[in-house]
């Protein structure tokens, strides 16, 4: 199948490493030349725009960071929209709020094109294995002709209901995961200032009731779990502003429906305390840096 992927960041380029993997033909846009170089090194051709890598294609793929770079690369005269063969489906894996989806794929609609909103979940592990989870928010029809596709690049590709769902569900989760994150963050801060071995209380905890993925998977206290990026100074993973961008759109959606947030609001306050201090760039789960530091250093 020739597909155009747009999008090639920490998610996007192993994503579509695996779609070439697949065997799938790819034409690949990026404002980031590296970024396509690197892509067109392992198989892929270049377009100079949305509008070019979108013109060939039998289904587009875009993954980009927020709601502004989705509405650009589907809607300006050098877009997706412009370029795109009728009746071609159109995927978003971006996380966006699900007012924008909305409004793209009314607009796709309009010319004969399907829409999807696919956000994804398993982080950029699960981009390079191959065993992300997809929410997919589409017509049922749409869903099952997207499924094979959305199968190279991850295990679960789970229908949510239609347009914008995916977005719902995924919107929801990283509200919990963020203020889970947190939670983790301050009993372990807690415990190591009590006096307690980190490793015995991540042990404790992930065998008890306060077990979680972000305890027993991407513990924030250094060294806990090796793999997490804890152990290798925050670097790489989920950038702490993604998170912040993420709690705002649930911030966001819940005022419209009038539905109160009470610790998705003092999330959100935390996160972007962390990125005002200078750490947006690190992983979120270095939240914990903000309890451990004490006498002017980092404990
Ligand atoms: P990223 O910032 O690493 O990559 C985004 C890419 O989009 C960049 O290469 C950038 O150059 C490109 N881009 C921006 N504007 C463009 C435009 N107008 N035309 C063409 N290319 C453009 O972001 P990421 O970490 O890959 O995340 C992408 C999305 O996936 C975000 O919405 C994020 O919230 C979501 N997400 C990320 C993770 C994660 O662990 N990083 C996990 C799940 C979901």
């Not at 294995?129 to 029809?141: I, R, S, Y």
């Not at 980190?198 to 993925?213: D, E, F, K, M």
Request: with cysteine; proline share 4%.
């Amino acid at each position: 199948m020739q597909i155009a992927f747009i999008g090639l960041g920490n998610m996007g380029a192993p994503m579509a490493r695996n779609l070439l993997k697949a065997g799938h033909a790819l034409t690949v846009f990026d404002l980031n030349a590296n970024a396509v170089a690197s892509l067109c090194e392992a198989g892929a051709s270049r377009a100079g725009s949305a509008k070019e890598a979108a013109a060939e294609a039998d289904v587009v793929i875009t993954m980009l960071p927020a709601a502004v770079h989705v509405r650009r690369v589907y809607q300006a005269d050098d877009g997706v929209l412009a370029g795109v063969r009728r009746g071609v489906p159109l995927v978003d894996c971006s996380t966006i709020d699900p007012s924008t989806v909305r409004d793209i794929a009314e607009a796709a609609r309009a010319q004969g094109n399907p829409f999807a909103d696919a956000p994804v979940s398993g982080g950029t592990g699960g981009a390079q294995a191959g065993t992300l989870t997809f929410m997919v928010g589409a017509e049922p029809a749409l869903h099952e002709r997207l499924s094979p596709v959305l199968s190279a690049m991850g295990r679960n590709v789970v229908r949510c209901g239609d347009t914008g769902t995916g977005q719902i569900a995924k919107i929801c989760n990283n509200l919990i995961l963020g203020i889970s994150m947190i939670g983790v963050s301050e009993a372990m801060a807690l415990g190591e200032r009590l006096g307690i071995d980190a490793q015995v209380l991540a042990g404790i905890v992930n065998t008890s009731t306060g077990r979680c993925w972000s305890s027993d998977t991407y513990n924030p206290y250094p060294g806990v779990i090796e793999t997490a990026p804890a152990a290798r100074g925050y670097t790489g993973g989920f950038g702490a502003e993604l998170m912040l961008k993420d709690l705002g759109l649930a911030n966001d959606a819940a005022r419209a429906v009038k539905q109160p947030l009470f610790l998705g609001a003092l999330a959100q306050q935390v996160y972007q305390a962390m990125c005002q201090r200078g750490d947006a760039h690190l992983d979120f789960s270095g939240v914990i840096r903000q309890y451990r530091e004490r006498d002017g250093g980092q404990a």
